[in-house]
């Protein structure tokens, strides 16, 4: 069965902190990973990985896939605190997003 | 730019009543994908449709139905409303280069329809 699994699940960071989320994977017909950002509304996409071992940055978010060890990371630095939402990450099997229960991120001023 | 359009944004029925729900994805996206989200949980697979035609399925119960337009609009139909429907469903589209097997799979989500079962 299809799974992803994200940690932690909460994480609570003063501004300016550097936070790095984590994601694994065991998905069939996996075709790449994507990073979603939710706050109270609709995912706002953020990456899709789909090369091991190639950053992708986008202003203080980077997200890297290891298809090796089936995970990837999510680092944001210099935490601010609209970044406070929830992270989910997603693995794509063939073409539906399988998604993991996300990881809560709270970044008080 | 132009997003996915999802509507209505907020539907509120009652138990046995029929739903109706319609997305519209980005101008010349060929594909659409439907999610079902509950209070508190992440989005689950319903169903998706590529160039009007059913391509996978996911866990969409038999008392639902969807399809896709000629315009690429897509309509997700309920029908016998229970309580546990109550969540928020998502549309999400995507431009598939290369044909259905393209690993290509930017998603991009609507804003949802929060559907109320009383």
């Known amino acids: 069965e299809d799974k992803v699994v994200q940690s932690p699940l909460s994480l609570v960071v003063h501004e300016g902190d550097t936070v790095t989320l984590n994601c694994s994977y065991e998905?069939?017909?996996?075709?790449?990973l994507l990073w979603y950002k939710q706050e109270k509304k609709a995912p706002t996409f953020l990456f899709m990985l789909t090369s091991s071992g190639i950053e992708k940055k986008s202003g203080r978010l980077s997200s890297i896939l290891d298809k090796k060890e089936l995970f990837s990371i999510l680092n944001i630095t210099a935490t601010q605190t609209g970044d406070s939402a929830v992270y989910l990450c997603?693995?794509?099997?063939?073409?539906?997003?399988?998604f993991g229960t996300g990881t809560r991120l709270q970044v008080f001023p | 730019a132009a997003g996915v359009i999802q509507s209505p944004r907020h539907l509120i029925k009652e138990k046995r009543e029929t739903a109706t729900l319609k997305c519209y994805p980005i101008p010349r996206h060929d594909t659409v994908y439907w999610y079902q989200q509950g209070p508190g949980q992440d989005p689950q697979f319903l169903i998706s449709f590529y160039e009007k035609m059913q391509s996978d399925k996911g866990s969409i119960p038999d008392r639902f139905s969807a399809q896709q337009f000629s315009d690429y609009h897509s309509e997700l139909n309920m029908s016998s409303l229970e309580l546990g429907d109550s969540a928020l469903y998502f549309c999400?589209?995507?431009?598939?280069?290369?044909?259905?097997?393209?690993?290509?799979?930017?998603?991009?989500f609507g804003p949802g329809t929060r559907l109320t079962v009383l």
């Open positions: 999400a589209s995507s431009l598939r280069l290369g044909g259905i097997r393209s690993s290509y799979n930017e998603q991009f």
């Open positions: 997603a693995a794509v099997n063939t073409d539906k997003l399988i």
């Open positions: 998905v069939t017909n996996f075709r790449s």
